[in-house]
């Protein structure tokens, strides 16, 4: 029986990030991917305006028909919720719909390159960090990590940097800490700590940046992870798959990462 995983995010009808790489790449994976939208949006907001419609109070609504239904998930991969309250929804979610040994895969969402994405505070911040206490795996890049543990956002660091960054967030979490994006000489990729371990799995660092590369790292991790794969596979494949979305996107594509040729071709082979 294929996984049922739960992915818990925003959707924006136009723009590829959140639920709209979520659900087609967990399903190319052979996991079914059921969704909880918590916004529907025109568009991502790399755009020139967007209209928002909140789901935050149909929440409660969708559960009381999963319960009647018993429904259960085997993994949750949680994303870009926006809002504190959602946060209080995924506990109720998670003790209310795990599957035995389930398990909960957590994208903090919030912050890159130094700063919070817009609409974010230190309140959110600190509900975040409550948050992750449930996580059996945390997926957060450097600047989130900074912000959840208060230690000062380097642009150029070591790996006593990177690890002393890891020993800081085992104070607010007990689940395996997988730091996404870092850089270390010359090379990018993850800093995974698990079992009083912490190991590296850095591939060619691309000249490029787009929209959505994370929530696709993310999905392919998630995917991989939950087919059975270790913590380094599900690292070194959702890296492979993310670094080939770049290099498929052209440059006049700025709004996110063409992965839809890199999954046709991952089905045909």
Known sequence: MAKRILTMQ?????????????????????????????????????????????????????????????????????????????????EECFDNFSAEGAKIIIDPAFGDNGKLYGGFDGAYVEAMRHLIRRADIILPNMTEVCFMTGLGYREKYDRSYVERAIEEMKKYTRGTIIITGVELGGKIGEAISCGGEITYVLSELLPRRLHGTGDIFAAVFTAEYLNGASFGESCAAAGDFVADCIRKTPTEHFYGACFEEVLRNKIKK
């Open 10 to 90: 925003d959707l924006s009808c136009v723009g590829q990030c959140s639920l709209t790489v979520a659900l087609p790449l967990l399903s190319a994976y052979g996991v079914e991917a059921a969704v909880l939208p918590t916004a529907v949006l025109s568009n991502h907001t790399m755009f020139e305006g967007w209209s928002y419609l909140d789901l935050t109070p149909e929440i409660q609504h969708i559960y009381s028909f999963w319960q009647k239904n018993g429904f259960k998930f085997d993994g949750f991969l949680l994303g870009y919720l926006g809002k504190k309250e959602l946060m209080d929804l995924a």
